[in-house]
């Protein structure tokens, strides 16, 4: 966990990797945690019931994810917009990697804009999205 | 086939939420079950010091506001069947233990895409998030594609 500046950060930077196995029981402590404590984000025949392959994570718990990684990438940096688009359900019980990268520098007020992503081993990107924020200057 | 629907429905709040304070116990709980290593979310102590003065929330916990009507009465249905199709957070003030917050809801928009597979249509929720003190703290739009 480090502190970046404004100054540090180039256009075209990697967001430092997350590689990791979304259990079924860390998926549940969000879903409980969160107000979602449905079948669909806690067991898998009432997800099938559903019509679902299996139990998913909720698409917010996504988000939260990729705004973690943010966070570990740059305690100082200040999320001011993320958007996150679910293009997949995002099943646990395997591995999923999270992904950054720094597209757009802006001067005028010491934000970033980056491109996000949750993907699977296959390289398949369930979750898209981009993140504007805003980080502290040497100045 | 374009669904038609009053667009004077757009706009209007269709529902205001009054939450019960934050605890400190729900922020550190959104926190561990995200895996957040931030002191900013997870350590009183060490956040004290911060630039914030306190605890804070993680960016999208704000997305587990649940307004007491999702959508209006009066809203047609599109489509069969219903995907939560993304979220858009915008971020204005942080969220401290005891904050009593309050959500507005909108229909923001309703627009229809035309892929390979047929129409769709996307509906825009707006929930704008304010707390005790009348400061603007996050605009959540979720886009509920229909089908």
Redesign the interface.
Known sequence: ?STLYFEDIEEGDELPAID?FLSKD?VR??A?????YVPRFTDDEGARAEGLPGMIAP???S???L??MI??WN?AA?????????RSPVLPDRNIHLRGAVTQKIEADHTAECDIWLENDDGERWVV?TATVALPTKA | MAVEFDRSIIGQVFDETSFPPVTKEEILEFAAALGEKNPLYTDEAKAAKGPYGSLIAPPTLVTKLRAKKFTPEHLPKFGKVGFDGGRDLEIHAPIRPGDVLTMASTIHDIYEKTGRTGSMYFIVIRNEVTNQKGEKVAVIDHRIMQR
């Open positions: 966990m990791l860390q402590q969000y409980r945690t969160a107000g979602m698409g917010v718990m988000m939260g994810l705004a973690g966070s570990d305690q200040e999320i001011k917009r993320i958007g996150t688009t679910f999205g």
